[in-house]
């Protein structure tokens, strides 16, 4: 038995890079995935595609996967994706809260409404989502899993990326709150804080030799990180071999937050 059969989930952005990887990979271990998507409905379909024909084995048990567009910074949106779900499926056991956005620029050159479209996606859209996902895991007695797809930016500063940075410290909070409030009624909360990994959202350095060269250079592991090894531990913690797992944020970075530049030994004396 797959150690998620039988298990209806959620992906939030889940048509490119991390979420795509944790959407097939819930797939293959038998969950039954909702892929939702803001406005790359293309690419939401090829995923939904690489399903059907990578895990056709698991298909032929009953798994089912569906496509939920929907702009989770949006209240109303929000409200629609879960009734779809819930009609389709009548219950979701897990939420994968992974759609982010980010924007760079200087702190003081910053206008105010990418500030806010940042906040709004990765933090309001996480928000508007868990409490959707709480208030059917108490309509059913309890239970439930909410993921949360942070970044080792809720605690490593990123110079020029401020609200992405804040929104990521704001879902860790949010997460240890919800789980500390909900743990009595069996909701565990965790989440997962990816490093520097090879996505569309980080064209800009994966793309670029040098500039890659750059960032491994800062990775105790030496490379950058791939989208399926975040779904993998997604996986772990949305399955019962985390049962007793709560209000954790899992680093997966290749030992990024081990103050890299400590690998040389002072001097005594240093």
């Known amino acids: 038995?797959?150690?998620?059969?039988?298990?209806?989930?959620?992906?939030?952005?889940?048509?490119?890079?991390?979420?795509?990887?944790?959407?097939?990979?819930f797939a293959d271990e038998g969950a039954n995935v909702a892929i939702n998507y803001h406005s790359s409905e293309t690419e939401a379909e090829i995923t939904l595609e690489e399903i059907q024909t990578t895990c056709s084995s698991i298909r032929e048990k009953g798994c089912r996967e569906m496509l939920v567009q929907g702009d989770i910074a949006n209240e109303e949106d929000v409200e629609r994706i879960f009734r779809e779900i819930l009609k389709a499926w009548r219950r979701l056991d897990v939420l994968i809260n992974n759609a982010g956005i980010q924007t760079a620029s200087p702190t003081h050159e910053m206008a105010m409404d990418a500030y806010d479209r940042v906040l709004a996606v990765n933090l309001r859209g996480a928000f508007l989502c868990s409490r959707e996902a709480v208030r059917h895991f108490?309509?059913?007695?309890?239970?439930?899993?909410?993921?949360?797809?942070?970044?080792?930016?809720e605690t490593v500063?990123?110079?020029?990326?401020?609200?992405?940075?804040a929104s990521k410290a704001g879902?860790?909070?949010?997460?240890?709150?919800?789980?500390?409030?909900?743990?009595?009624?069996?909701?565990?909360?965790?989440?997962?804080?990816?490093?520097?990994?090879?996505?569309?959202?980080?064209?800009?350095?994966?793309?670029?030799?040098?500039?890659?060269?750059?960032v491994?250079?800062?990775?105790?592991?030496?490379?950058?990180?791939?989208?399926?090894?975040?779904?993998?531990?997604?996986?772990?913690?949305?399955?019962?071999?985390?049962?007793?797992?709560?209000?954790?944020?899992?680093y997966v970075d290749?030992?990024?937050t081990l103050y890299p530049d400590f690998r040389t030994p002072w001097s005594s004396g240093s």
């Not at 039988?6 to 048509?15: C, E, I, R």
């Not at 789980?179 to 569309?200: D, F, K, W």
């Open 216 to 250: 491994e250079d800062h990775i105790p592991m030496g490379r950058a990180g791939e989208p399926e090894e975040i779904a993998a531990v997604f996986a772990f913690l949305a399955s019962d071999e985390a049962a007793y797992i709560t209000g954790q944020t899992i």
């Open 254 to 256: 290749g030992g990024l």
């Open 138 to 153: 108490l309509d059913r007695g309890g239970g439930g899993v909410i993921l949360n797809n942070t970044s080792v930016h």
């Open 157 to 165: 500063p990123k110079p020029q990326y401020a609200p992405y940075a």
């Open 1 to 25: 038995m797959k150690r998620l059969e039988g298990k209806n989930a959620l992906v939030t952005g889940g048509s490119t890079g991390i979420g795509r990887a944790t959407a097939i990979r």
């Open 171 to 214: 879902l860790g909070a949010l997460a240890r709150t919800l789980a500390l409030e909900y743990a009595g009624q069996g909701i565990r909360v965790n989440t997962v804080a990816p490093g520097a990994i090879a996505t569309p959202i980080n064209r800009e350095w994966t793309d670029d030799p040098e500039k890659r060269a750059a």
